[in-house]
């Protein structure tokens, strides 16, 4: 069984002030993906390089911002820094790794952020843009015949099932109807498989997202938009998805859960 994690960290120092590291080693992913990573190579290699993990980063231009990066412990034979947007650098992030799978062939990854954007504003133009381009990437390997998981903190809850308050987030960021015509895009036309709902049932929920202030936590008041998205084939593979979901607020190392997929590759 290969394990894929994907996790938005809301900062790679924080997180493992907060326990990440601790999670790390009762988890052991194979293949991390991480979003907000907020740092620098440096930074990022200094938690994670001595443990034996092959890595990939693509830093936000912007300081403190974005950066996405891939952990894998398994060899990378390719690494894809970036989608080439042509939009500004802190809306969204993007990088992809070939792994050289046990036994033989290969598994493409890719850890993905999308910004949140604001209704009525430049930056919900600057989202709209970034997820063309995404769209036009996922086509691309959607139609390349591999194993491809493109994962990450997407900021669009895909359904009503998928944001506990979707009646009052309407006309919100993350639940606009046209935001979410992208992910209907990629898995009616592009055949991608959304698996945290495949294997979550019909919901609502489970979240994947939950704000630090108020009880939003506690009470449940979530949203999903944290993805693991898979090719067909792959898809099938998939034989456990879980939202590593911390027990108690305090707990938590971000506000986001990690999910976390079994392939029997």
């Known amino acids: 069984m290969l394990t894929v994690a994907s996790v938005n960290v809301n900062g790679i120092r924080a997180a493992f002030k907060r ?12 293949v991390l993906l991480l979003q907000e990573v907020r740092a620098s190579d440096e ?7 001595a443990d034996g993990w092959h890595l990939a980063h693509e830093v936000s231009e912007a300081k403190g911002r974005a950066g996405v990066a891939i952990a894998s412990r398994l060899p990378m034979s390719a690494v894809r820094i970036g989608i080439g947007t042509g939009v500004a650098s ?11 799978v046990p036994g033989g062939g290969v598994l493409t990854v890719a850890s993905a952020y999308v910004h949140s954007g604001q209704a009525g504003t430049p930056k919900m133009d600057e989202k709209y843009a970034f997820l063309d381009v995404v769209t036009k990437r996922l086509a691309e390997l959607a139609g390349s015949g591999q194993h491809v998981v493109v994962a990450g ?12 308050n979707w009646r009052g987030n309407r006309k919100s960021a993350g639940f606009l109807p046209e935001e979410r015509a992208y992910l209907d895009r990629w898995f009616d036309e592009q055949g991608w498989r959304d698996l945290g709902r495949e294997h979550g049932g019909e919901g609502p929920g489970p979240y994947t997202w939950w704000s630090w202030r108020g009880q939003a936590f506690d009470n449940d008041s979530g949203w999903r938009i944290d993805y693991q998205l898979a090719t067909p084939a792959l898809a099938d593979l998939a034989r456990t998805v879980e939202i590593d979901r911390a027990a108690t607020y305090d707990a938590r190392f971000s506000d986001h859960a990690p999910v976390v997929v079994g392939y029997d590759l």
Do not use: F, Q, S, Y
Not at 19 to 30: K, S, V
Not at 43 to 49: E, N, Q, R, T
Not at 90 to 100: P, S
């Open 153 to 164: 903190d997407l900021n669009i809850a895909h359904r009503e099932v998928d944001i506990k």
């Open 19 to 30: 326990g990440m590291g601790e999670w790390i080693e009762a988890r052991r992913p194979d």
């Open 90 to 100: 802190d809306t969204g992030r993007w990088v992809e790794a070939d792994l050289e």
């Open 43 to 49: 930074i990022l290699g200094d938690h994670l390089a």
